[in-house]
């Protein structure tokens, strides 16, 4: 079963810079995919960035490009996501998710973690 679990949430201001880290446990796959997706309240949720972690190959949401980057450390299981230059609308609650095989933020995710909220002030 793997488990994922999210941190890094809080306030940030506008135009500014938050790291979010997600520790992937429970697999034995070097062949796992992890996304970041979000969800603002009333809004569908969107998938921001994956990355193949056997691999390292990448897939970010074609708006969100030059502003959010997925990275990995295998040596500490974890995944992260970098968000730059943040926005109002960069408010939502994000979530950490895996899937075994297969990549990309229009994928399916099997296994997802509890999330953690990021809020864009003035």
């Known amino acids: 079963q793997v488990q994922l679990v999210e941190s890094g949430g809080g306030s940030v201001q506008n135009g500014g810079s938050l790291k979010l880290s997600c520790v992937v446990s429970?697999?034995?796959?070097?062949?796992?995919?992890v996304g970041w997706f979000r969800q603002a309240p009333g809004e569908e949720r969107e998938g921001v960035a994956a990355i193949f972690t056997e691999s390292g190959t990448t897939y970010t949401a074609g708006d969100l490009k030059g502003r959010f980057t997925i990275s990995q450390d295998n040596a500490k299981n974890a995944v992260y996501l970098q968000m730059n230059r943040a926005q109002f609308d960069d408010s939502a609650m994000y979530y950490c998710?895996?899937?075994?095989?297969?990549?990309?933020?229009?994928?399916?995710?099997?296994?997802w973690g509890q999330g953690t909220q990021v809020t864009v002030s003035s």
């Open positions: 998710a895996a899937r075994l095989l297969g990549c990309g933020i229009r994928e399916d995710f099997q296994y």
């Open positions: 429970g697999h034995t796959s070097t062949s796992l995919c």
